[in-house]
């Protein structure tokens, strides 16, 4: 393979045959061809995209360039959901005992925190003795049993992704419509599901901020996702406050469980019935979505999505009795306040800075080897149309003896604007894909 001449296909904006593609990636994971190669076809693709074949093959070949999990054998529809991620963003922690609870079987391969983000396998570290680092044999064995599992990475699964991940964190490559794709749905072809529901945020705390790039991830997503045999909806969900009442990982786990009590926040418990109502609809269990709303709220009320948490937590090794005592989860010792510094509306929150906020704190990486503090973060006390008046709380603030208080302080403060005027209300979910 000439690699000079293929990065300078790509570079003048022509398009890569399948096969080029596979022997590309094959020969990266291989060792074969170089990182400054890769980098160069990588910036290529950055400013010249890629077509829609071309990403459907890049997802392809990364899918199976590891481990990929066989779930033909178990009985009921595989289906997982996946964010793009946020700030406060605690969905999948109930979605999957509820999907379980009403029939479906949800293997979920999550990720630690990235940037600003939160990440799933740091909440469930909050959980004490929760294993997310399941063997394939015992992923398998929990799915056929308990219906759902949360499990991190293994070095065999999706190796291209692994390497190309890491390459584009550091070639200021991330950002790419196509390489964002593939990087997603490689991942979760290879876990078993047979279908997903794509939550695509939008907003000051989205990974891609403007509508227009969400929209067009979101379509990217449902089109090679179909391809593929991977029936998928995508959902174009507001990131521009914090979901739901709490940021931060222990305190995540607690709002989980007052979710799955129902008496969790308005916002973070609808956009959680209809993610999994969609799953449950894709799954083949209910009809319409308006029935599986119907079912979810079932499950939540008569205890019997709580009872699959518990059954969930305790197969991987986690306490389930947090969902009758949440302060079995370690919260830090010291509480504060952050305060409004005018009187008016909350006009709008920059949700990406209070993420920042509550890393400078520890509950998230700001280096990639950095530990997590697992009890600090925030209570969202006021949400965008809130009145406030000079010194009203904005947010209860949990630290470890003042560590990145006043960065975070700063940070959180200016991120709330404040103004004379009332935003209109506006609903979580813009637009459904699929
Ligand atoms: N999440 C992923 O898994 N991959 C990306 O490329 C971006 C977000």
């Known amino acids: 393979m000439n690699v000079p001449e293929l990065i300078r296909r790509k570079r003048e904006g022509g398009e890569l045959a399948p096969a080029e593609i596979a022997e590309f990636i094959g020969g990266y994971v291989e060792g074969r061809i170089p990182e ?3 980098s160069a076809l990588l910036m290529a693709i ?35 959901k ?57 992923f398998v064995r929990q799915l056929g049993t308990v219906g759902c599992a949360i499990i991190g990475q293994t ?29 997603i749905l490689s991942k979760k072809a290879a876990s078993g599901t047979r279908a997903l529901v794509m ?20 379509r990217q997503l449902v ?70 709303i119907e079912r979810c709220r079932q499950h939540l009320a008569d205890g019997s999505a709580m009872a699959k948490f518990q059954e969930w937590v305790a197969a991987q090794g986690g306490d389930p009795r947090i969902a009758d005592d949440t302060s079995l989860l370690q919260l830090a010792p010291d509480t504060t306040m952050f305060n409004a510094a005018a009187e008016g509306f909350i006009e709008a929150v920059d949700t990406r800075a209070l993420g920042v906020a509550a890393n400078t704190l520890g509950a998230g990486r700001l280096k990639a080897d950095d530990q997590v503090d697992l009890g600090v973060g925030f209570e969202v006390l006021r949400q965008p149309g809130d009145p406030v008046r000079a010194g009203d709380p904005l947010l ?28 209109a209300d506006v609903s979580l979910v813009l637009e459904r894909i699929g």
């Open 223 to 292: 089109g090679i996702g179909n391809a593929l045999a991977l029936p998928t909806v995508a959902m174009l969900t507001r990131m521009d406050r914090p979901l739901g009442r709490y940021v931060g990982n222990a305190l995540e786990v607690i709002e989980t469980v007052e979710i799955l009590r129902g008496a969790g926040p308005e916002d973070s418990t609808e956009l959680t019935i209809l993610e999994t109502a969609e799953m449950l609809v894709l799954g083949g269990v209910e009809p319409t979505v308006e029935s599986a």
């Open 82 to 138: 996946h964010s793009t991620g946020g700030v406060g963003d605690k969905v999948s922690l109930i979605l999957a005992p509820l999907a379980a609870a009403a029939g479906l079987v949800v293997p979920m391969v999550s990720g630690r925190g990235l940037g600003h983000t939160g990440g799933t396998l740091d909440k469930l570290d909050a959980i004490p003795g929760y294993r997310w680092a399941l063997s394939e044999d015992e």
């Open 155 to 183: 070095p065999e699964f999706v190796p291209a992704d692994r390497k190309l991940y890491a390459l584009r964190d550091v070639t200021a490559t991330v950002e790419s419509i196509p390489l964002i794709c593939a990087s």
């Open 36 to 38: 400054y190669q890769v």
């Open 396 to 423: 209860r603030v949990w630290h470890r003896n003042g560590r990145g208080l006043d960065e975070a302080r700063r940070l959180a403060e200016a991120a709330y604007r404040i103004g004379p005027n009332k935003p």
């Open 46 to 80: 950055f400013f010249r995209g890629m077509s829609f074949d071309e990403a459907a093959a890049l997802t392809r070949c990364m899918m199976t360039s590891g481990r990929t999990y066989d779930l033909s054998h178990l009985t009921g529809a595989k289906v997982d």
């Open 199 to 218: 939550d695509v945020k939008f907003g000051s705390g989205a990974f891609m901020p403007t509508v227009e790039d969400s929209r067009a991830l979101a």
